[in-house]
């Protein structure tokens, strides 16, 4: 990969601004996780568990999945960092409705609940994502949840990557 001083300093930017709406330092390297499909993905300090499941059975036509992320210890959410689910490159007979929801354009498919100690921040996260099949069979839908979490020290920016197998009927 080319690393250009457009990109070096589009990537400084980003990241300053997720530490600075914290008003903490931010980690200087998004990490990416991959989860195995219909797993669950664990950041590797211990700061996150992340989960895609399907809400039903799957059918042909308009369904959906959901992709949540719960915080540990002393992480939330940040409401201030510009969470989006993308979605991964759609398997043969299914399309998506959009490439990218955005906590910010899509408010619908995002939901939180309040951390137990600290009812002023979310510590879990959940987004309902569209996806259309066309005919049965078995798919892998899912994508890539991008998303700001922050402790009293810290904000990290991850990329976590989820997928789900389906049994469309």
């Not at 200087?28 to 664990?42: E, I, L, W, Y």
């Not at 940040?78 to 043969?92: I, L, R, S």
């Not at 998506?96 to 995002?110: C, G, I, M, Q, V």
Request: contains cysteine; glycine residues 8%.
């Amino acid at each position: 990969m080319k690393l250009t001083l457009a990109s070096l300093f589009a990537t400084s930017f980003v990241l300053g601004v997720a530490g600075f709406a914290c008003g903490r330092t931010a980690d200087a390297s998004p990490s990416t996780s991959q989860a195995a499909p219909g797993k669950s993905s664990d950041s590797k300090e211990g700061k996150w568990a992340a989960s895609i499941k399907l809400v039903g059975s799957p059918k042909v036509g308009d369904d959906f999945f959901e992709v949540s992320l719960t915080t540990s210890g002393d992480f939330h959410v940040n409401d201030d960092y510009p969470t989006k689910f993308k979605t991964g490159d759609a398997p043969a007979n299914v399309t998506y409705p959009s490439a990218t929801l955005s906590r910010k354009d899509n408010k619908e498919a995002f939901t939180t609940d309040a951390c137990k100690a600290d009812k002023d921040h979310a510590c879990t996260i959940h987004v309902k994502v569209p996806f259309k099949a066309s005919k049965a069979g078995k798919v892998t839908v899912g994508g890539t949840l991008n998303i700001g979490v922050c402790s009293p020290a810290n904000c990290l920016v991850e990329k976590i990557a989820l997928d789900v197998d389906a049994d469309v009927k």
